[in-house]
């Protein structure tokens, strides 16, 4: 007879081996909600980082140029100051981590004397209350992308979007 052997020592019960893995189940479901979190938190410090990486190419840009570009939507502001032929500002195309985002850039139409910026952030958090809020810049006349992709009306400002504001 095998002494490795003993009779009724064999293994576990069905019943303990569906509780482990429900525990299991819980324990990676609770890690999964934390991380999805850390992701928006995440997205949202890109979202800033980039915001504040073009306001210094839109100030770099009116150095060089006496004035903002007079650009309509976001993409062609990009095109204007990621070119790389040595003459962009930027070393690359800011765009919305999740690409579903809008990004949107404004301009003082008068003369191009002043940008507006923004970004929708995911979550409400500390970087929203040292903001300029575009409501209260009280420059009119603005001409550029809006929430809804006209170019009619400024951005109405909601307590989760980020301005960034110039004047030159």
Same mark, same amino acid.
């Given at each position: ?5 003993k ?14 893995i429900?525990?299991i189940?819980?324990?990676s ?14 997205r949202?410090?890109?979202?800033i980082?980039?915001l ?8 770099? %840009?009116?150095d060089a140029n006496?004035? %903002?570009?007079?650009k309509?939507d976001?993409?062609k ?10 003459t962009?500002?930027?070393?690359s ?9 809008l990004y949107? %850039?404004k301009?003082?139409h008068?003369?191009g004397?002043a940008?507006?910026i ?8 500390q ?5 300029s ?11 550029g992308?809006t929430?809804?992709n006209?170019?009619s ?9 980020y301005?960034?504001?110039?004047a030159?």
């Amino acid at each position: 007879m095998n002494p490795f052997y003993k009779r009724g020592k064999g293994g576990f019960t069905l019943i303990e081996l569906l509780v482990v893995i429900a525990i299991i189940g819980i324990l990676s479901s609770v890690v999964l909600v934390s991380l999805n979190s850390a992701r928006r938190k995440a997205r949202d410090a890109r979202r800033i980082s980039d915001l504040r990486a073009v306001q210094t190419a839109l100030q770099l %840009y009116s150095d060089a140029n006496g004035g %903002y570009p007079k650009k309509e939507d976001w993409a062609k502001l990009m095109t204007d100051l990621s070119k790389t032929d040595g003459t962009g500002y930027l070393s690359s195309a800011a765009a919305d981590p999740t690409n579903s985002g809008l990004y949107v %850039y404004k301009y003082a139409h008068s003369n191009g004397t002043a940008f507006h910026i923004s970004a929708t952030l995911e979550e409400y958090n500390q970087a929203l209350k040292n903001d300029s809020d575009f409501i209260s810049s009280g420059v009119t006349g603005w001409v550029g992308q809006t929430a809804n992709n006209s170019t009619s009306t400024p951005v109405n400002d909601t307590e989760r979007v980020y301005d960034l504001y110039g004047a030159y």
